[in-house]
């Protein structure tokens, strides 16, 4: 690909992701959900259903498709589709809400439950990300600045973890603690750093050879400033990179943790525990799982044009 076409897709990439954040952050927000809503009314509804909200003053909440409007009472259907006349006077307030990605079997509007399961799947991947990072890239720099001993154990130990299946990895570790966002968050840190820490290991070396840094160290420069005018700025762009795609994988190991039972509870929405409740009924509500699994994977693919705009923008840079 041209190098010209780098800033296009990370604009393109950051565009993406900015709007997820926003209406993952927002919308659930906007979207409060209804009070008192009968579930066995709302369940299942298809994409774009449109109802009518009738909330009454001692409480009750009715919904139907049709409202029936008259001079002193107004017609709704209830549950078993039975015809109920209830006075104006009675009435709080009327008003339409409509499903735009329709309702799950438990009366739920799943856009909202779309947005909060975002929020709550990009919070856990970013802060597994963080953990990753702070381990990896202490491990890495470690390895490249002690001696050849120490850097031969951390080695040693990156590949032996490298060694087991990261899902096995993640199951066992899920498994033996109790399940819940704090849990997975910590898994999922400590099974994601060894790549990065052979990354921050190979760029210092690599870094540590060039002629800069020779002549620096020539020169007499402290080695906190060695690092602040040469070894940092080089390792933004790798390390920004790498993070950027790690990411995305967070992502899709927190989705398939939660589509297994074995992440955070389904009580609590996750993009992952939306498709896996979407996949028991798939044949009744199609759009239950794959709404959700769409939104994984726009993310994912926006991730991959900022890791992809990145690393063109660090190879030019050289």
């Given at each position: 690909?041209?190098?010209?076409?780098?800033?296009?897709?990370?604009?393109?990439?950051?565009?993406?992701?900015?709007?997820?954040?926003?209406?993952?952050?927002?919308?659930?927000?906007?979207?409060?959900?209804?009070?008192?809503?009968?579930?066995?009314?709302?369940?299942?509804?298809?994409?774009?259903?449109?109802?009518?909200?009738?909330?009454?003053?001692?409480?009750?909440?009715?919904?139907?498709?049709?409202?029936?409007?008259?001079?002193?009472?107004?017609?709704?259907?209830?549950?078993?589709?039975?015809?109920?006349?209830?006075?104006?006077?009675?009435?709080?307030?009327?008003?339409?809400?409509?499903?735009?990605?329709?309702?799950?079997?438990?009366?739920?509007?799943?856009?909202?439950?779309?947005?909060?399961?975002?929020?709550?799947?990009?919070?856990?991947?970013?802060?597994?990300?963080?953990?990753?990072?702070?381990?990896?890239?202490?491990?890495?720099?470690?390895?490249?600045?002690?001696?050849?001993?120490?850097?031969?154990?951390?080695?040693?130990?990156?590949?032996?973890?490298?060694?087991?299946?990261?899902?096995?990895?993640?199951?066992?570790?899920?498994?033996?603690?109790?399940?819940?966002?704090?849990?997975?968050?910590?898994?999922?840190?400590?099974?994601?750093?060894?790549?990065?820490?052979?990354?921050?290991?190979?760029?210092?070396?690599?870094?540590?050879?060039?002629?800069?840094?020779?002549?620096?160290?020539?020169?007499?420069?402290?080695?906190w400033r060695i690092w602040e005018l040469h070894y940092a700025p080089?390792?933004?762009?790798?390390?920004?990179?790498?993070?950027?795609?790690?990411?995305?994988?967070?992502?899709?190991?927190?989705?398939?943790?939660?589509?297994?039972?074995?992440?955070?509870?389904?009580?609590?929405?996750?993009?992952?525990?939306?498709?896996?409740?979407?996949?028991?009924?798939?044949?009744?509500?199609?759009?239950?799982?794959?709404?959700?699994?769409?939104?994984?994977?726009?993310?994912?693919?926006?991730?991959?044009?900022?890791?992809?705009?990145?690393?063109?923008?660090?190879?030019?840079?050289?």
């Amino acid at each position: 690909m041209s190098l010209k076409a780098a800033p296009l897709r990370l604009t393109a990439g950051l565009g993406m992701i900015g709007l997820i954040i926003l209406a993952c952050g927002v919308g659930p927000w906007l979207l409060r959900p209804l009070p008192g809503m009968d579930p066995a009314r709302a369940a299942l509804l298809p994409p774009g259903s449109r109802v009518t909200v009738v909330q009454c003053r001692n409480g009750a909440v009715y919904m139907s498709p049709r409202v029936e409007k008259g001079a002193r009472a107004i017609a709704v259907l209830g549950p078993g589709n039975r015809r109920i006349e209830i006075e104006t006077a009675q009435i709080a307030r009327v008003f339409p809400h409509r499903y735009w990605l329709g309702s799950d079997r438990f009366g739920r509007d799943l856009l909202r439950e779309s947005l909060s399961g975002g929020r709550i799947s990009l919070a856990v991947a970013s802060l597994a990300l963080a953990i990753a990072l702070v381990i990896g890239g202490g491990i890495g720099l470690a390895a490249a600045t002690s001696g050849t001993l120490v850097d031969t154990l951390l080695m040693r130990l990156v590949d032996a973890f490298l060694a087991f299946p990261i899902l096995f990895l993640l199951i066992l570790a899920v498994a033996l603690f109790r399940p819940g966002p704090s849990t997975l968050v910590v898994v999922l840190g400590l099974t994601s750093w060894m790549g990065l820490a052979r990354l921050v290991r190979g760029q210092v070396l690599s870094l540590r050879q060039r002629d800069f840094v020779q002549a620096a160290r020539v020169a007499g420069s402290p080695w906190w400033r060695i690092w602040e005018l040469h070894y940092a700025p080089n390792l933004v762009g790798p390390v920004a990179q790498d993070a950027a795609l790690r990411l995305g994988d967070l992502v899709l190991a927190e989705a398939t943790l939660s589509y297994l039972g074995l992440g955070i509870p389904p009580s609590t929405p996750t993009w992952g525990s939306l498709v896996a409740e979407g996949h028991k009924v798939l044949l009744q509500g199609w759009w239950l799982a794959t709404f959700p699994g769409i939104a994984i994977a726009v993310l994912v693919i926006a991730l991959a044009l900022v890791g992809d705009g990145l690393q063109d923008l660090v190879r030019s840079a050289r």
